[in-house]
C-alpha cells in the first residue's frame, strides 16, 4: 500500500526554519513527479511546491518563491521542504501529495505552527 | 483563475442524491479534480480530467463539465460521505494551480 509519512512540523518563532520530511513507501518513489500542499486551520487547500521525479526540476506557488525550497532524495525515498523566514500566515498543516498534477494521493501532514 | 464553489455548506440526508457546482473564471478546458476530505484526515482524489474516478472510488461518485462549469453528483449519499469537498483546476499546471473554498456535506 502507498503510504506517506510527514514529519518535521512544530511550532517554531516568526522568521525561524524548518525542514519538513515525507518518507513514501509501496510504490517506486523515484517514478513520481511529488508535491507539498498546505491547508490552514480550518481553512481551503493551497499547493506550495512540486518536484519532478529525478529531482531536477522544482516548481512554487507565488506565495512560496523566495523561501521555500523543495527537494528530495531517491535514495531514501524521501521528500523535503525547506522554509526558511517563517511567517504567522505560514501557519498550516503541511501534506505531501504522490503524483501531480491531480495529486493521487496524500500523506497525513504536518503542522506547522508560527507563533511567538 | 480562481475556483467558485458553491453551496459553501449543503444539508442533506442519507440515500438524497446531491449536485456540488464548480465554476472557474476562465476555462481550464477538463484539467479539473475533486477530492473529499473526512474530518481530521487528509484529503482523498475522487475525480480527475473532469469525469475520471480515481482508483477505488464507489461508482456513486460520478463527475462532468468542462470549461467553466463543472460538477460532482453523488448519486446515493452514504454516511461516510459526510465530508467537504473541494475541486482543483490544473490547467495552467506547473505555473499554479487552484482550488476552490470547498462545499461542506451535512447530515
Known amino acids: 500500500d502507498v503510504q506517506l509519512l510527514a514529519s518535521g512540523g512544530g511550532l517554531v518563532q516568526p522568521g525561524g526554519s524548518l525542514r519538513l520530511s515525507c518518507a513514501a513507501s509501496?510504490?517506486?518513489?523515484?517514478?513520481?513527479?511529488m508535491a507539498w500542499v498546505r491547508q490552514a486551520q480550518g481553512g481551503g487547500l493551497e499547493w506550495v511546491s512540486a518536484?519532478?521525479?529525478?529531482?531536477?526540476?522544482?516548481y512554487y506557488a507565488d506565495s512560496a518563491k523566495g523561501r521555500f525550497t523543495i527537494s528530495r532524495d531517491n535514495s531514501q525515498n524521501t521528500l523535503y521542504l525547506q522554509i526558511d523566514g517563517l511567517r504567522a500566515e505560514d501557519t498550516a498543516i503541511y501534506y505531501c501529495?504522490?503524483?501531480?498534477?491531480?495529486?493521487?494521493?496524500w500523506g497525513q501532514g504536518t503542522l506547522v505552527t508560527v507563533s511567538t | 483563475i480562481v475556483m467558485t464553489q458553491s453551496p459553501a455548506t449543503l444539508s442533506v440526508s442519507p440515500g438524497e442524491r446531491v449536485t456540488l457546482s464548480c465554476r472557474a473564471s476562465?476555462?481550464?478546458?477538463?484539467?479539473l479534480a475533486w477530492y473529499q476530505q473526512r474530518p481530521g484526515q487528509a484529503p482523498r482524489l475522487l475525480i480527475y480530467t473532469a469525469s475520471t474516478r480515481a482508483t477505488g472510488v464507489p461508482v456513486r461518485f460520478s463527475g462532468s463539465g468542462s470549461g467553466t462549469e463543472f460538477t460532482l453528483t453523488i448519486s446515493s449519499l452514504q454516511s461516510e460521505d459526510f465530508a467537504v469537498y473541494y475541486c482543483l483546476q490544473y490547467n495552467t499546471w506547473p505555473l499554479m494551480c487552484s482550488f476552490g473554498q470547498g462545499t461542506k456535506l451535512e447530515i
Open positions: 476562465q476555462s481550464v478546458s477538463r484539467s
Open positions: 501529495a504522490k503524483d501531480v498534477p491531480a495529486f493521487e494521493f
Open positions: 518536484i519532478d521525479g529525478r529531482g531536477v526540476r522544482t
Open positions: 509501496g510504490f517506486t518513489f523515484s517514478n513520481f513527479a
